[in-house]
T-cell receptor, first 115, second 111 residues
Framework: EAGVTQSPTHLIKTRGQQATLRCSPI?????VYWYQQALGLGLQFLLW???????NRGNFPPRFSGRQFPNYSSELNVNALELEDSALYLC??????????????FGPGTRLTVL | QKEVEQDPGPLSVPEGAIVSLNCTYS??????FMWYRQYSRKGPELLMY????GNKEDGRFTAQVDKSSKYISLFIRDSQPSDSATYLC???????????FGTGTRLQVFP
């Protein structure tokens, strides 16, 4: 069974540009999560989508946005890029079966570099 | 103060050693506690999951949660060079899938 896939692997942009990152969840999973892993800061929760709806949002400015498509794949858009947006962006997916704990499976990430 | 604190290391141990990794947290709403392992240039993979307080063992790995002290630990017995990776603790409250991660501890096991 294929795991979570992300594209592109690497992305280089300049300040002020926009970046679009893509994620395909494990087949059958309806929830997609986005995390930012910046150097020295660990993983920071960005966004959670389930069944096409945004369920929760982390403490990030509105220029970080995303969406989930009918096939449950997802896009993360970052507008007006700043140097500190340089990080590894990780996508995870899960099958939501309870209100308690649903294991999240992570993709390999997209390395975004802002020059 | 961060919600979850974790010593970044690096931690360097000889093969066969017992490794202890720890996290402290401040949010008493956390009910679910996880340890992830992340190899270089890879996404994190779930190692252990524990609900509320107590111990859980899986092979060479033991996870402990002490909610009264807001302290969690991961023990690795008979450590192997293949255990060299970054170990991340993560936590969540009931009725949310939002995970709060520690910064990760880099572990190196040398032969």
């Amino acid at each position: 069974e294929a795991g979570v896939t992300q594209s592109p692997t690497h992305l280089i942009k300049t300040r002020g540009q926009q970046a679009t990152l893509r994620c395909s969840p494990i087949s059958g999973h309806t929830s997609v999560y986005w995390y930012q892993q910046a150097l020295g800061l660990g993983l920071q929760f960005l966004l959670w989508y389930d069944e096409g709806e945004e369920r929760n949002r982390g403490n990030f400015p509105p220029r970080f946005s995303g969406r989930q498509f009918p096939n449950y794949s997802s896009e993360l858009n970052v507008n007006a890029l700043e140097l500190e947006d340089s990080a590894l962006y990780l996508c995870a997916s899960s099958l939501v079966v309870s209100l308690s704990y649903n294991e999240q499976f992570f993709g390999p990430g997209t390395r975004l570099t802002v020059l | 103060q961060k919600e979850v604190e974790q010593d970044p290391g690096p931690l360097s141990v000889p093969e066969g050693a017992i490794v202890s990794l720890n996290c402290t947290y401040s949010n008493s709403a956390f009910q679910y506690f996880m340890w992830y392992r992340q190899y270089s240039r890879k996404g994190p993979e779930l190692l252990m999951y524990t609900y509320s307080s107590g111990n859980k063992e899986d092979g060479r790995f033991t996870a402990q949660v002490d909610k009264s002290s807001k302290y969690i630990s991961l023990f690795i017995r008979d450590s192997q060079p293949s255990d060299s990776a970054t170990y991340l603790c993560a936590m969540s409250a009931y009725n949310t899938d939002k995970l709060i991660f520690g910064t990760g501890t880099r572990l190196q096991v040398f032969p």
